[in-house]
């Protein structure tokens, strides 16, 4: 089944552990990106990478980090977690240009206390 | 830069009846795509429907249409014969055709379906 998997879906973590949010996609897209999901703001994209080693800032990138070591994954990474990331946590994939729609994991919600 | 606003944060219709939601948008581009997104309760993030910018046609998926207005710089969602499963969070999101594929999203529609 073609699928983009994130985990782990729920984590709950205190301040400045550092923590890693692993994202893998089965359908050999070279798009991958991250997004938050927080209440009356909608999605908003942390990072995203177009293909194996490239990536780049998206509108949020400030407390995260990405790599793009193999094509099907894409981890997120927080340093140090700090409760404003306390979110909703979406990764996607694409196969490219044109009207293809992004494709989702299932989201990881975050808890930083 | 994109931005996309929905300025509808909560809806509810009965059930078989037909709703309506909004979505305006601006961009400086040419060339972009616009999608409908739908979040149930699971949170999952389910494509309902897109629409290429340069297709003046309505896009139409089974009960769910849009009414594409690219003069004005309007999206909206049809849903029809509104069921229980319909409920959810909607999400109106645009993406230009060049460079980072990122979805400019609004800030979504909430859909309560009265039995």
């Known amino acids: 089944e073609a699928q983009v998997t994130q985990n782990p879906r729920y984590l709950i973590t205190v301040t400045g552990k550092k923590l890693t949010v692993t994202c893998s996609q089965n359908m050999n897209h070279e798009y991958m990106s991250w997004y938050r999901q927080d209440p009356g703001l909608g999605l908003r994209q942390i990072y995203y990478s177009m293909n194996v080693e490239v990536t780049d800032k998206g509108d949020v990138p400030e407390g995260y980090k990405v790599s793009r070591k193999e094509k099907r994954n894409f981890p997120l990474i927080l340093e140090s977690p700090s409760p404003n990331q306390t979110s909703l946590y979406f990764c996607?994939?694409?196969?490219?240009?044109?009207?293809?729609?992004?494709?989702f994991g299932n989201g990881t919600r975050l808890t930083v206390t | 830069a994109q931005t996309v606003t929905q300025s509808q944060p909560e809806m509810s219709v009965q059930e078989a009846e037909t709703v309506t939601l909004s979505c305006t948008y601006d961009?400086?581009?040419?060339?972009?795509?616009l999608f409908w997104y739908k979040q149930p309760p699971s949170r999952q993030m389910i494509l309902v429907i897109r629409?290429?910018?340069?297709?003046?046609q309505n896009a139409t998926e089974n009960r769910f249409s849009v009414n594409f207005q690219k003069a004005a710089k309007s999206f909206s969602l049809k849903i029809s014969d509104s069921q229980l499963g319909d409920a959810a969070m909607y999400f109106c999101a645009s993406r230009t055709n060049f460079g980072n594929e990122k979805l400019t999203f609004g800030t979504g529609t909430r859909l309560t379906i009265i039995p």
């Open positions: 961009t400086s581009e040419s060339d972009y795509y």
């Open positions: 629409q290429e910018a340069y297709k003046q």
């Open positions: 996607a994939s694409s196969p490219g240009q044109g009207v293809s729609p992004l494709h």
